[in-house]
């Protein structure tokens, strides 16, 4: 098997949050909304996961809202929130991700102005160009991706969220990518709502959360009255449980987390220094501790992921590719990169599973891939 380093696409569950949740898959599993001493079982755990969850957030029970990850919870959100007869605009980033991009779009075509806001070149929000902007725009909504997926690259929102008027403008965060790889205590960070996603923090797919501290005007997903009346549809009891699961674990784990994953990360990013050329995108703003993004100039990205994934490392690309045509990132366009080199961006995302010595072996190899090419091309682009 292949050495899994694509750890902000999806992390693979711990096993204390497999043993959590096997009993809920293995057993009779009532509904949580029935009467009988299944349901109030399975009500049990769900409200037990739910303050695990506010424990690692510092915010309330009562503000969680179950979905099926971070998709869900960014929809719910703008599609729920937004009032699309106010004249007020949403305020977002060219560097959201699409689970955000095309929830703004479709707010857009509803006759919702849009305002996307511009990172920098280290890939940060430009805070001195958003100030004018914001003050002039009075916004309803302000909602910027808390750490990006592509670059890792933490958002300014503490100073964002301090330009908004906050009795007329919600603040939200996709902090899909941030939350169990930072410390975010929303009782300190005067956030109104965020989004996240359990399968990025070793808990399962398919399940997360949006937390709001105000009600959303309208339900995204109508039927029962599960969720505080605002999600409809019997609760993953099994995947809730693994959430709460892995938010006990985050929690405990913080802190040797984040040393670990920026000591592989740092030692990956010496390596890299030696080879002639290679571009770390925003390694010069705040970034998360396992992510490194980073181009050879004469290593065509998609081509150099397939030569990793062949010598036994997974790794992601940065560029999209749609109807077989292969596309630039939206992100590194944002920042500036041109289309050349950000078309041999690739992704490393480190996780806990990983060792040094995995780290070393990837350097390794990657070093002995470029010596392999002619030197000419290599000369060529340095
Ligand atoms: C920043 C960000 N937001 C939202 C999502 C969507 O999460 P999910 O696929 O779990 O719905 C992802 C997933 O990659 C992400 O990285």
């Known amino acids: 098997m292949s050495i899994y380093l694509d750890h902000n696409a999806t992390s693979p569950m711990h096993p204390e949050v497999i043993d959590a949740m096997l009993p809920f898959l293995q057993n009779p599993v009532g509904n949580p909304s029935s009467l009988h001493s299944y349901g109030r079982m399975a009500r049990s755990a769900v409200e ?118 906050r009795d007329s403008c919600l603040v939200h965060s996709d902090a899909t990518q941030a939350v169990g790889k930072l410390p975010l205590d929303l009782s300190q960070l005067d956030l109104d709502a965020i989004s996240f996603s359990a399968h990025k923090l070793r808990g399962p797919q398919g399940v997360g959360a949006l937390v709001i501290n105000r009600k959303p005007r309208q339900r995204l997903i109508s039927g029962g009255e599960q969720e505080h009346k605002l999600r409809g549809g019997t609760e993953n009891v099994a995947g809730i449980v693994g959430l709460g699961k892995a938010a006990a674990l985050a929690r405990m784990e913080m802190e040797f987390k984040q040393q670990h994953l920026s000591r592989l990360r740092d030692a990956f990013e010496s390596r890299l220094a030696n080879i002639p050329g290679s571009v770390v995108f925003g390694q010069q703003a705040p970034r998360l501790p396992n992510t490194t993004y980073f181009a050879i100039p004469y290593y065509h990205g998609e081509t150099l992921l397939m030569e990793l994934d062949r010598a036994g490392f997974a790794l992601a690309s940065g560029s999209a590719c749609h109807s077989a045509v292969t596309e630039p990132s939206h992100v590194l366009k944002a920042m500036g990169v041109e289309d050349n080199l950000a078309l041999n961006a690739i992704r490393l995302s480190i996780g806990m599973d990983n060792s040094l010595q995995d780290i070393e072996q990837l350097a390794t190899k990657l070093q002995a891939l470029v010596d392999n090419l002619p030197a000419v091309i290599r000369q060529a682009a340095v």
Do not use: W
Request: proline residues 7%; contains cysteine.
């Open 48 to 165: 037990s996961a739910r303050a695990e969850v506010a424990q690692l957030l510092g915010c309330d029970d009562s503000s969680i809202i179950f979905t099926s990850g971070g998709t869900e919870a960014n929809n719910m959100l703008l599609k729920g929130y937004v009032d699309r007869s106010s004249q007020a605009p949403v305020i977002s980033s060219e560097i959201e991700h699409p689970s955000v991009l095309e929830p703004l779009k479709q707010l857009q075509s509803d006759g919702v102005e849009v305002i996307r806001l511009k990172p920098n070149a280290a890939g940060q929000i430009d805070l001195e160009a958003a100030r004018p902007i914001i003050a002039a725009a009075d916004p309803q909504l302000l909602s910027v991706i808390y750490a990006n997926n592509e670059t890792g690259v933490i958002q300014p929102l503490p100073a964002l969220a301090a330009m908004v008027d």
